[in-house]
């Protein structure tokens, strides 16, 4: 079935699109001789034409013969005046496929649906001529389209790789990138490098394939990249070794986001982390230890950059030192000892390799030692490597036993009744004796006496037991005071005794102590004394309080009188006048009231000054009264 559009003669109505637009048809007699280049038909200008004659003449043919590959034709669009004529299309192998009879003066568009059409011809059937205006063929040609497009980017480009096709007749390709052809002349390779792109940007990219005769194919399957930011720069590792550690340090780069150390023997990964990280430590290591390893560098598009292999060694410590030991004092039971080095623990030993004590110092004290006597003692170091060195033998001797002191014996607090001995601290326990009695063992160095005789004389004896079991007697002798007077009792009902109990007629009354039998001298905390201090105390404090509250109400009192001062001043005028110039004297006898002095030097003008005074105020005057039985005036 034929689909016609009708057009008039003439009428350009080719459309874009057309697969003969622009192409080179054939005239010839029957498609066999008399061959002639035209392109009247296919010019898209409706006032040009081919001329064909009738079936019986020279040129009755016009025919398209697609130079690579077959034509896919929907339909066949034609303008002409004359006979009708035959529209026939054949395959590469000049097979007929179809043939359509056409009407004279075939105007229109038709609709054909014909696949792997290699040829196609119009064929005058008509007694008389005809001619074509237009002709043109709608649909595709069956070209070969590039496959496997891919993409390779790198920094700020990329490459376009696809699979080159085999076509002898091929000429080139086309590249496209977002929409636009990027190439100025056919690329004639199977590949295509875009420079100058922007990074981090999505770029879509599709080739099509364009051959001799100027036809080109359908476009490729599109392909997707995204070009690379710079690149990461050489990474740079290095070592520091130590005796007991390695570390590798390397540089840093603002386009890395991790780094991973491996260990270039076996691969394996030692350590990865963030930028934050550029150094890694082998700690707790022997001396002579070796680490190869090297570090991968990695930005945020996956790419890397490995450093060069380095190698590492832990150091040899330095030899070690041999201690100096020496001597720091001795007493009669201790000696103290120093030495020198850098150890880390420290023995202290005897000749007879007995181990006295153990220091992490460099210094000790043995003590319980005898009086008097020599030792030799050598030191051994352990350093962090666990190697062992000895110091010199030092030979020392304690001293002697002191010389046995007697204490020294002193009395304090002594009354009628009492007294206190004490003695300095020469012995370990004490015997007291009072009078060559023996009254105790202490190893206090105070003894209170009590229950004395009043104004007698006492010896008192202090025998000291120091550490070797000597005693040694030291004494004192002191004497009581004379007893305090006995009061007489009164003849009263009490009152006269000092208080209740006090005084009277009572004749089982006796004065209160005047001190504390167990505590003569004051000098025990008991409750007594701590109340009476506390209440003391409390005393003092209430009599300080009452002393600040009497002084502020004195100050402020004071202050309070100055400010009523200062306002009363304030409200009065200014000067010495008394009385206001608006005065009127009243009439008065001249017993009574003075006269007044309206002279020229008795009327004065007033020296106040009134705040905020302008120039028109009123000038104020004051009128002296003399009278007569004064010496002064009186304003």
């Known amino acids: 079935m034929i689909s016609i559009v009708l057009f008039k003669p003439g009428e350009t109505y080719a459309l874009p699109g057309g697969l003969l637009n622009g192409k080179v048809m054939v005239l010839s007699s029957n498609g066999t001789s008399n061959f002639l280049d035209q392109t009247g038909a296919t010019d898209n200008n409706g006032a040009t034409y081919v001329g064909v004659s009738w079936s019986g003449g020279a040129r009755n043919t016009l025919s398209y013969t697609v130079p690579s590959k077959s034509m896919n034709i929907k339909d066949v669009q034609m303008s002409s005046s004359g006979g009708y004529f035959f529209l026939r299309f054949y395959n590469s192998s000049n097979v007929l496929l179809k043939e359509y009879n056409t009407p004279s003066n075939g105007n229109g568009r038709f609709a054909v649906n014909i696949n792997n059409v290699s040829r196609v011809e119009v064929r005058n059937q008509a007694s008389n001529g005809m001619n074509i205006y237009e002709f043109d063929l709608f649909g595709e040609i069956d070209l070969s389209i590039p496959q496997n497009l891919k993409a390779t980017v790198g920094t700020k480009a990329a490459d376009l790789h696809w699979d080159a096709l085999t076509d002898t007749d091929l000429a080139g390709y086309n590249v496209y990138v977002n929409g636009i052809k990027v190439n100025t002349s056919l690329v004639t390779t199977n590949m295509y490098h875009l420079p100058d792109l922007v990074?981090?940007?999505?770029?879509?990219?599709?080739?099509?394939?364009?051959?001799?005769?100027?036809?080109?194919?359908?476009?490729?399957?599109?392909?997707?990249?995204?070009?690379?930011?710079?690149?990461?720069?050489?990474?740079?590792?290095?070592?520091?070794?130590?005796?007991?550690?390695?570390?590798?340090?390397?540089?840093?780069?603002?386009?890395?986001?991790?780094?991973?150390?491996?260990?270039?023997?076996?691969?394996?990964?030692?350590?990865?982390?963030?930028?934050?990280?550029?150094?890694?430590?082998?700690?707790?290591?022997?001396?002579n230890i070796t680490k190869t390893v090297y570090v991968?560098?990695?930005?945020?598009?996956?790419?890397?950059?490995?450093?060069?292999?380095?190698?590492?060694?832990?150091?040899?410590?330095?030899?070690?030192?041999?201690?100096?030991?020496?001597?720091?004092?001795?007493?009669?039971?201790?000696?103290?000892?120093?030495?020198?080095?850098?150890?880390?623990?420290?023995?202290?030993?005897?000749?007879?390799?007995?181990?006295?004590?153990?220091?992490?110092?460099?210094?000790?004290?043995?003590?319980?030692?005898?009086?008097?006597?020599?030792?030799?003692?050598?030191v051994v170091s352990t350093d962090i490597y666990g190697r062992k060195t000895q110091s010199n033998v030092l030979t020392v001797k304690?001293?002697?036993?002191?010389?046995?002191?007697?204490?020294?014996?002193?009395?304090?607090?002594?009354?009628?009744?009492?007294?206190?001995?004490?003695?300095?601290?020469?012995?370990?326990?004490?015997?007291?004796?009072?009078?060559?009695?023996?009254?105790?063992?202490?190893?206090?160095?105070?003894?209170?006496?009590?229950?004395?005789?009043?104004?007698?004389?006492?010896?008192?004896?202090?025998?000291?037991?120091?550490?070797?079991?000597?005693?040694?007697?030291?004494?004192?002798?002191?004497?009581?005071?004379?007893?305090?007077?006995?009061?007489?009792?009164?003849?009263?009902?009490g009152g006269n005794g000092g208080g209740p109990g006090g005084g009277g007629s009572d004749p089982n009354w006796t004065p209160p102590p005047v001190a504390d039998s167990g505590n003569p001298d004051l000098d025990k905390p008991t409750d007594t004394l701590v109340d009476g201090a506390n209440g003391v105390k409390d005393n003092g404090m209430s009599l300080i309080l009452m002393i600040i509250t009497v002084l502020i109400l004195m100050f402020g009192a004071m202050w309070l009188i100055k400010l009523f001062k200062k306002k009363t001043n304030m409200a009065k005028p200014s000067g010495k006048m008394t009385q206001s110039t608006s005065y009127r004297p009243k009439a008065t006898s001249a017993k009574s009231k003075p006269a007044l002095n309206l002279s020229q030097g008795s009327v004065r003008q007033s020296r106040s000054y009134t705040p905020n005074q302008n120039q028109n105020s009123r000038r104020k005057y004051y009128v002296e009264k003399t009278y007569p039985s004064r010496t002064r005036n009186q304003r």
């Open 199 to 287: 990074q981090d940007v999505e770029y879509t990219a599709y080739v099509s394939a364009v051959y001799v005769n100027g036809d080109e194919s359908q476009v490729s399957k599109t392909v997707k990249f995204t070009p690379y930011d710079d690149p990461i720069a050489d990474v740079t590792l290095t070592v520091v070794p130590y005796v007991d550690r390695l570390v590798f340090n390397w540089n840093s780069d603002p386009q890395a986001v991790s780094y991973t150390l491996r260990d270039s023997v076996t691969g394996s990964v030692v350590w990865t982390g963030a930028t934050g990280f550029l150094s890694y430590s082998f700690t707790g290591l022997e001396p």
């Open 296 to 378: 991968v560098a990695a930005d945020k598009y996956g790419r890397t950059v490995s450093s060069q292999t380095v190698s590492g060694t832990t150091l040899e410590p330095p030899p070690p030192v041999d201690p100096v030991l020496s001597l720091v004092s001795t007493d009669y039971k201790s000696v103290t000892l120093k030495w020198t080095g850098i150890g880390l623990l420290y023995n202290i030993l005897n000749t007879s390799g007995e181990l006295q004590k153990t220091s992490a110092g460099t210094y000790a004290t043995i003590t319980d030692l005898q009086p008097d006597t020599q030792y030799s003692y050598y």
């Open 398 to 493: 304690t001293g002697p036993i002191p010389a046995a002191v007697a204490p020294s014996v002193k009395f304090l607090s002594v009354t009628s009744k009492s007294a206190r001995a004490i003695w300095n601290s020469v012995g370990d326990s004490y015997k007291v004796y009072l009078n060559d009695a023996y009254v105790a063992t202490t190893s206090s160095l105070y003894y209170q006496l009590n229950d004395l005789q009043p104004n007698t004389a006492y010896t008192v004896k202090i025998v000291s037991l120091d550490a070797f079991g000597r005693e040694v007697p030291g004494s004192g002798t002191f004497t009581t005071s004379a007893a305090p007077p006995t009061p007489t009792p009164g003849n009263g009902s």
